[in-house]
Structure formats: structure tokens, C-alpha cells
């Protein structure tokens, strides 16, 4: 991306976002990526990065282990590997193992399911393999600590076995000399130590002269002298001598090694620049974490729709503090290229300005955003911004003077995909000229179709946007009651500076005021009161819409939690029919039953005996049972129909249900243990105990 000027980035705060990703990557190499990290245009690139670091963020979320473990830097090492006749020692060689075992771990983490769950990250091993020979010659080689193994070879073999028993037998002879010293009262408390290489005795100093040997040195207090025994010096020698072979077959196996391996130079150096830069999207995946940062949608096209986004260095700050960031909400597209934001000062309108930008340059070099998932950004090719005092001291030029020499490369620069960011345009000279000129260089950028944002006091250019096609006004949202800004952009409308309504809160002279208001324009003074009862109404309709939602939002809710009742209450009642159906089901299918049980038993009986009367008998009486059983079951459906049981004494006047016959009737007398029914013009006299008081269901007495 073509950057204007210089100290853009620096402007925009990009380099601390690029220090933050510095400490969180682990590597030489991801440290020195992010430090480097560059601004992109290409599509595809930025898509890729964006994934990856999405991909990688993932992981981290849902708990899942990736073996990007391996941060050394052994750059240097494998340029030496490559270098024919070169000579790596065995702690390198170890390194490399760990370098070479890492990427096997990273190759077997990326079965075929993960593959297509992360492809992204896939993507960084796409080009290389696994090269298992690397792990398996050094193996042969040396052993878990770095040390060349004794069958390395067979000269190592022999010598190491000549050492063993070399040393053996010196310990043996010393340990006999130590031993008779110190029966002769010889040998200091420290009995016996290493100098240059060689095993001596320590002996005080007054005795020195008597044991035959070569005297290596003295103790700081000169108490105490070290000597070679005379009876050891041969095997010394010997030991020194078998050590330096050793020394020389290690080199010699090792630099063989070294040639044997070379020839991977090349694919070891890819190994290392693969875990960089795993450990670099790790490092911005962190760096997203820590954000709550998201990976939007992008397109190749100049577009901006930001959906609560927030200026994540802001955002960062906050969290610290225990303070809430504001999130803006923004879209600029053909029709809506410029924005020009206006409102009080210290309101946040160069805080908006710088979010965009940085999250704009964030998202081109590859980072997640501090914005919703569902936003919007577009590819810019170039980015150009003014923010602050820019006076040039080298040119002799005076702030205002280097403001118009900015705004002529920004005119002379734009085009549609371009990104521009102007603080307090016109600012620094005469309100009218100023205001004029920025008129005009607002009007040229519109023409050149590049998209920006503008922040400004001035009128004339808040009144622009209903003019000139593609520019839009802004207002940062001030609390006239409490005189604090709310830091909250609203597009569509501009903003008061709230300069009378300021100075009327804080107490300000109301004569004073009066007479500063007598000086201004007098279409300029209603203008500007004009947008701050505007603003000021707004706030009201905000809220009101505000709590609007919040009841249709508790209407939703309600209407949802009585539908779940209503289906609960529905559901009960078709299990509660299914039971009731059920339950009939299986009273006439047992009644069945036992009708083909005594049917069966009087078709025996008749087949058996010579009485056939007396078999009729029983299966007259039989089928009567039966259906005086359907009788009385009809009967108690059509008093299920239309009554209800109640209960309760027996009182004249009561309706009630005699249990025989099922039948209702109306209680006309009480005789002690009897009472008088009615049933219509017929009297029964019926024991209290078999009458049950009951009463007509409610539908059926209305529909009567």
C-alpha cells in the first residue's frame, strides 16, 4: 500500500499495534515478521492471512493443542550445514533433532479431518514434507544428551574401552597411594584433586619434599601443595594421550556427520522458517484473543461497513481500566464516500478518524479487527492522512502553509481506491478563506471518487453534504445536560459545537455571552442552535426507540414463553386422551376375554352333559350380564356427559346418582337411613349409602 506521509503508520498508531505483536511472538523469526510487517493490496494474500490467524485462533479457543513448540534460532547453524567442510558440534546437532522432530509432530497433527478443518494453516507445510533420515542419522550418532555414542565407530569402540580401564587401574594405584599418605600423616583434608588435566594428591606444604613426584601447584595459602605421584605419571600419560584420540575421533565422526547431513541444509532451513511462522500467526492469534478481535468479510472493491468496531489500543486501555469502549457503527460506499464528522471538541471525532484508519491498515497486513464479524472492509491501494500541527520547519513553512502543500498531494494523488483522513480541514488560517478552500478540496476528492473521513468545525462544510454528491455529515453525540461528550458517532446529520451552550453551563457572564452572540452571523448563530435542538431531540427519539425495542423485545419474549405453556397444556391433554383411550382399549378387550373364557366353558359343558336346560340357563344368564354390563356402562357415559360428582351429606332438594342403576334422580324426603327419589313422576326409596350427590356440568346447563 502506498502510504502518505512517511509517519502514516505512526500517525495511526500501527507501529504499537506491530510492538504488541512483537511480544507475543516467541521466535527470532516471528519477531522479526512482525516487526516488518508490511501493508498489503492483494486479495488473495490478505484472505490467507486473515484465515490462518482466524484458524489458529480457534484452536486456542476450543482447547486444542498444536505442536508449534520450537522458538530457537538456529539460522546461523543450518548457513554453516550448507558450507561444504563445515563442522557442527553435538549440543547443535541436538537442536536440529528437536527443530526436525517438531515438524514430524506438526505433520502428524495434520491428518486428513484437520486438513479440511483448518486449511489455512495447511497451507504453510503445503510445499514441503517430512524427511525422517534427518532424526534417524543423527540418532545413530549421538545419544539423548548430545554425546557421540561409543559404536559410533569402532576406533571410538576401542579407545573408549582403553580409557575405561586406564582410569580403572589409576584409581586403584592412586587410591593405595592416598591410603598409605595418610597413615603417614602426608596428605592434606582434601586428599586429592584435577590440575591441567592430571590427577594429584594434595599434601601439606612442609611435607612436599618428601613424595616423589611432579609438584603441579599450590593453594592460595601456600598450606598445601598438589603433586603428581611418581608411580602414576606413566598412566597419566597414557590417559592423556588415549583422551586426544578420543577428541580427534569425536571431530572426525561429527564433521562426518555433518557432510552426510548437509545435503538437507536447504530443507532444514525451510523447517525453521515453517515453525517462524507458526509461531507468528500464533502470535497474532493472541494478539486477537486479547482484542476479542474477528475475522470480517472482505472484498476487492474500495468499501467500508463497520459494525460495532472500536479502536482496539483504546479498547485495551479500557480494559485495564474498567471503563466501557464506545463502538461506532460506519458504512462508505459509492454513494456515501466522505464523511465529515463535527461536534465539540474532545468529543471523539479524531478517535473515530484513527479507528478506521488502524483497523483499515490492521486488517490489509493480515489481523483480525476489533469489529463484528458481520462487517464489511474493502481493499485501498493507497492511504493518506493529516492529523495535528504539521508545521515544516526545513521549508519554512508555517502550519497552515504545510497543511495546503498535504492537501495538494491529496488531490493530485486520489483515485477510488484511495483512503484519506483529514483532522479539522482548513484549520489554521482565516475561518471564511479557510473554510473556502476546504470546500474546494472536499469538492475535487468527491470528484476523484476517494473514499475518506474529514473532521471539522466549520459550517460551510457540514452544509456541503447536502450539496455535493458522496459526502455525508457526522455528529459526535454530546450530553448538553451534564456538558460530557458520549463519544458516540451518528452519521447522517452534523454536529454543534456547542460553543453558547458550554458557555451558558459553566457559568459564564450571561452579558458577556449576549454580546459574543451579537457578534456572530446571525444565520451562522441559528444554524448552529438549529443542530443542537436537533441533536438534543434526537437523544429523546434514540431513547425512545431505545425503550421501544426493549418492550417489543419483552413482547417477543412473553409471546414465545405462552406459546411453550399452550403446547405443554396441549401435549398433556392428548397424553392425558391417549391414557383414557387406552384404558377403555384394555377394559373391553379383558371384558372380551373373559366373555370367550365362560363362552368356551359353556360350549364344554354343553358338549359334556345330557341337561341341555340347564346349560341354556347359564348362557341366557350369561348374555343378560353382558348386557346389563353395556347398559350400565352407556348409562355412566351419558351421566359423564352431564353430571358431575360432588359429594357431600344428602339434603332434601339435592340431585343425586344412585350407584345400582346409575340413574339421577331428586331427593323429595329423608325417612332416617332412607330417602324419597324422584325419578320424574316415579318415588324410590333408596338407602342414603348407595346416593351421590352431583350437579350439571356448566355447558350442559347453558346449552339447555
Not at 268 to 296: C, Q, S
Request: glycine share 6%; charged share 30%; with cysteine.
Amino acid at each position: 500500500m502506498q502510504l502518505f506521509p512517511e509517519s502514516a503508520l505512526t500517525q495511526l498508531e500501527f507501529d504499537k499495534v506491530r510492538a504488541l505483536l512483537m511480544e507475543h511472538c516467541q521466535s527470532e523469526y516471528g519477531r522479526h515478521k512482525a516487526e516488518k510487517l508490511r501493508v498489503h493490496t492483494k486479495l488473495e494474500f490478505i484472505e490467507l492471512e486473515l484465515r490462518q490467524t482466524h484458524e489458529y485462533k480457534l484452536i486456542r479457543q476450543s482447547g486444542l493443542y498444536f505442536p508449534n513448540d520450537y522458538v530457537l534460532n538456529l539460522s546461523k547453524d543450518i548457513r554453516l550445514l550448507g558450507i561444504p567442510g563445515s563442522f557442527l558440534g553435538g549440543e547443535q546437532w541436538m537442536q536440529i533433532r528437536r527443530l526436525a522432530e517438531n515438524m514430524q509432530s506438526i505433520f502428524r497433527w495434520f491428518d486428513t479431518e484437520r486438513r479440511v478443518a483448518y486449511p489455512a494453516l495447511s497451507q504453510v507445510i503445503k510445499d514441503t514434507y517430512y524427511e525422517k533420515t534427518i532424526i534417524q542419522l543423527i540418532d545413530e550418532v549421538l545419544d539423548e544428551g548430545g554425546n557421540v555414542r561409543d559404536n559410533a565407530s569402532e576406533d571410538l569402540a576401542r579407545i573408549r574401552m582403553s580409557l575405561y580401564r586406564k582410569r580403572g587401574e589409576l584409581s586403584r594405584v592412586f587410591d593405595r597411594i592416598v591410603r598409605k599418605m595418610k597413615r603417614d600423616g602426608l596428605a592434606a583434608d582434601i586428599e586429592e584433586s584435577f590440575m591441567n588435566g592430571r590427577r594429584v594428591i594434595a599434601v601439606f606444604a612442609e611435607h612436599k619434599r618428601q613424595v616423589k613426584g611432579i609438584l603441579h601447584g599450590e593453594s592460595d595459602t601456600r598450606k598445601t601443595s598438589f603433586i603428581e605421584p611418581e608411580e602414576t605419571i606413566g598412566l597419566n600419560n597414557d590417559i592423556f594421550e588415549l583422551e586426544n584420540d578420543e577428541r580427534k575421533e569425536v571431530y572426525r565422526i561429527l564433521r562426518d556427520l555433518t557432510a552426510r547431513l548437509s545435503v538437507y541444509a536447504p530443507l532444514l532451513k525451510t523447517y525453521l522458517e515453517v515453525v517462524g511462522e507458526y509461531d507468528f500467526i500464533r502470535g497474532k492469534a493472541r494478539l486477537a484473543i486479547d482484542m476479542d478481535a474477528n475475522y470480517p468479510t472482505v472484498v476487492d472493491k474500495a468499501h467500508v461497513q463497520l459494525i460495532r468496531a472500536y479502536h482496539p489500543l483504546l479498547y485495551l486501555y479500557n480494559l485495564r481500566s474498567g471503563k466501557p469502549t464506545i463502538p461506532l457503527n460506519l458504512t462508505l460506499d459509492e454513494q456515501s464516500r466522505i464523511l465529515v464528522i463535527s461536534g465539540p471538541n474532545a468529543g471523539g471525532k479524531t478517535v473515530s478518524l484513527k479507528t478506521v484508519g488502524l483497523l483499515q491498515l490492521m486488517l490489509q497486513s493480515g489481523l483480525l479487527v476489533t469489529a463484528d464479524p458481520d462487517s464489511t472492509f474493502g481493499v485501498f491501494k493507497k492511504l493518506m492522512i493529516h492529523i495535528g500541527d504539521t508545521q515544516s520547519l526545513e521549508f519554512e513553512l508555517s502550519t497552515y502553509s504545510a497543511h495546503l502543500v498535504h492537501m495538494k498531494h491529496f488531490m493530485e494523488a486520489a483515485n477510488g481506491r484511495t483512503m484519506f483522513f483529514i483532522d479539522e480541514l482548513g484549520s489554521g488560517s482565516d475561518p471564511n478563506l479557510g473554510g473556502a478552500f476546504a470546500e474546494v478540496i472536499m469538492e475535487e476528492l468527491a470528484r476523484k471518487h476517494a473514499y475518506g473521513i474529514v473532521t471539522t468545525h466549520y459550517l460551510n462544510l457540514k452544509v456541503m453534504a447536502g450539496k455535493v454528491p458522496g459526502i455525508i455529515n457526522g455528529a459526535m453525540a454530546f450530553d448538553e445536560q451534564r456538558l460530557l461528550p458520549m463519544y458516540q458517532l451518528i452519521v447522517g446529520k452534523p454536529g454543534s459545537s456547542y460553543t453558547f451552550a458550554i458557555a451558558e453551563r459553566i457559568g459564564l457572564d450571561k452579558r458577556l455571552i449576549e454580546r459574543a452572540r451579537t457578534l456572530v452571523d446571525e444565520d451562522q448563530y441559528n444554524l448552529d442552535r438549529l443542530l443542537n435542538r436537533t441533536e438534543q431531540d434526537l437523544r429523546q427519539v434514540e431513547k425512545r426507540e431505545k425503550d421501544l425495542n426493549k418492550m417489543l423485545a419483552d413482547n417477543a419474549r412473553l409471546k414465545k414463553e405462552m406459546e411453550t405453556v399452550m403446547d405443554k397444556e396441549r401435549h398433556r391433554q392428548q397424553v392425558e386422551l391417549q391414557r383414557e383411550q387406552n384404558r377403555i382399549t384394555d377394559e373391553r378387550i379383558a371384558q372380551m376375554k373373559d366373555m370367550e373364557r365362560k363362552l368356551k366353558a359353556v360350549v364344554s359343558e354343553w358338549k359334556r352333559t345330557e341337561n341341555k336346560e340347564e346349560v341354556m340357563k347359564t348362557l341366557n344368564a350369561l348374555l343378560f350380564q353382558q348386557k346389563e354390563k353395556q347398559v350400565t356402562e352407556k348409562r355412566q357415559a351419558a351421566f359423564d356427559e352431564k353430571y358431575v360428582e360432588i359429594g357431600g351429606a344428602v339434603k332434601v332438594g339435592d340431585r343425586v346418582k344412585m350407584r345400582q342403576n346409575r340413574q339421577v334422580g331428586t331427593v323429595s324426603e329423608i325417612r332416617g337411613k332412607k330417602a324419597i327419589v324422584q325419578l320424574g313422576r316415579i318415588p324410590l326409596t333408596v338407602d342414603l349409602g348407595d346416593l351421590t350427590v352431583v350437579e350439571e356440568k356448566p355447558e350442559t346447563a347453558s346449552s339447555q
